[in-house]
């Protein structure tokens, strides 16, 4: 018997061929996320162990990143005056040193971005000198 086409079958044909592939599908997925989780807590045990997940086929190698109790907006907010200027790098130094804590090489970039981001909080008062509003 020679194979049909999509212009050959029906259209009770072709939805029911789509409900047959979205259970499939929906059961694919369902195993995926049961063996996820025997991966990750085969991966807790290794740790747990001692072992090192360096060099092991499909694991995520680099820095993680730090949770911070506050947003860098925030801490911002925290170190600021509204009448002490301050530039970009001593906000960045103080917001460190109130512990808030980032992976970037280039972590004076994000307060710029910041800075521009929250125009609402914060005011340039000359060329590189920032102020909280």
């Known amino acids: 018997m020679a194979k049909k086409t999509i212009s050959d079958l029906s259209t009770q044909e072709i939805l029911a061929e ?64 509204k009448d002490t200027p301050m530039t970009v790098s001593e906000i960045a130094a103080k917001v460190q040193q109130a512990g808030y804590q980032s992976t970037s090489r280039t972590f004076h970039t994000i307060i710029f971005q910041t800075l521009a981001r929250e125009s609402k909080k914060f005011k340039k008062v000359a060329r590189g000198q920032y102020v909280r509003r």
């Open 18 to 81: 789509i409900n047959r592939r979205k259970k499939s599908t929906q059961k694919l997925i369902t195993k995926r996320a049961k063996l996820l989780q025997q991966v990750a807590e085969i991966d807790r045990q290794i740790e747990a162990a001692g072992g090192d997940m360096q060099g092991i086929a499909g694991v995520r190698l680099g820095r993680t990143r730090p949770r911070n109790t506050m947003t860098l907006p925030d801490a911002m907010l925290s170190v600021m005056t």
